[in-house]
């Protein structure tokens, strides 16, 4: 009754059931590691935060270039603020209010420029009311101490990628985007000061990408249990075949077929006598040119 599964079409679902089965749960459990992988970088970041605004403040140059470790870590840096290329931030939210970022560029005594944040207001940026509360960027040798950033792109939070937008203005914080409007490089980092002056208010520090529990980390944990419902599938579409391929065997053994016993013919049977009946019928119906 089995003899089926030795046949060429049988070969090739039972070999792709034996490759697809092991596949799908590894592909599931890779997809669970990488979730239980962002839970445990997110835990580890919330402790390197809530560490880092204890410890103490270290040089710019030495957390340079920003990686996770890194980012959030209380950096500083000497230098002045360039008062005329102070820009706006629009769109930026702060707990449920909206408003704006004031960045002023800080030239460091290496020569580059260190964005800084110098804090966040409620408002519009496009707003003279709202923008005459922006304090102005103090004058001299300044040290600046925040929380170093990582350079945002157009899939940051908050990030306007339109580009339309009004002159002193700035949609996203990164190196390639300040090139355009300086006469110098800048780094490839931001910090957010952790002291704000006047109306504003501090920013806190965002948390490294890839390392919170986002979307990404969620579309992990729905791609693990898309991997094992097709593993499971795999092993009931087996397993239905395998019903029906028995099922047909059972029935050929007993003798059934498929399409059941073939229908009579038309027309009358050859074994079937006249009938007198039908032929005093027939004489009745014939036309009279018949009969002439």
């Keep these: 009754m089995y003899r089926f599964l030795l046949t060429p079409r049988w070969w090739v679902i039972n070999v ?51 990686t996770t470790e890194t980012s ?15 820009l706006l931030v629009p769109d930026r939210r702060l707990g449920d209010r909206t408003g704006f970022y004031v960045l002023t560029l800080l030239r460091t005594d290496g020569g580059k420029a260190l964005p800084v944040v110098r804090g966040w207001l409620p408002g519009d940026a496009s707003s003279k009311a709202d923008t005459a509360k922006v304090p102005a960027p103090p004058s001299g040798r300044v040290t600046v101490t925040g929380a170093l950033q990582a350079t945002e792109h157009e899939g940051s939070g908050g990030v306007t990628a339109s580009g339309a937008l009004p002159r002193g203005q700035l949609g996203m914080i990164s190196d390639a985007s300040l090139v355009n409007l300086v006469p110098y ?47 499971g599938f795999v092993v009931f579409m087996w397993f239905r075949l395998f019903r029906r391929e028995v099922e047909a065997a059972r029935d050929l053994a007993l003798g059934l ?36």
């Excluded at 500083?76 to 008062?83: C, E, I, N, V």
């Excluded at 965002?206 to 249990?225: H, I, M, P, R, S």
Aim: glycine residues 8%; charged residues 25%; proline residues 11%.
């Design 72 to 86: 959030g870590r209380r950096a500083t840096a000497a230098g002045r603020y360039d008062t005329e290329h102070q």
């Design 185 to 231: 490089s800048v780094y490839d980092a931001w910090i957010t000061s952790s002291q704000a002056p006047g109306a504003l208010r501090p920013v806190p520090p965002v948390v490294a990408e890839g390392t919170g529990l986002d979307l990404k980390a969620f579309q992990n944990l729905g791609y693990t249990g898309e991997w094992f419902v097709f593993a």
């Design 257 to 292: 077929t498929p399409d059941g016993p073939a229908a009579p013919p038309p027309g009358p049977r050859p074994d079937r006598a006249p009938d007198p009946e039908d032929s005093d019928d027939a004489e009745r119906n014939r036309s009279p040119s018949a009969t002439a």
């Design 16 to 66: 792709f059931t034996v490759v697809a089965i092991p596949f799908c749960l590894f592909m599931g459990s890779w997809q669970l590691s990488r979730f239980e992988t962002r839970i445990d970088t997110h835990e580890q970041q919330q402790e390197d935060a809530s560490g880092a605004e204890k410890a103490a403040a270290k040089p710019l140059r030495d957390l340079l270039p920003v």
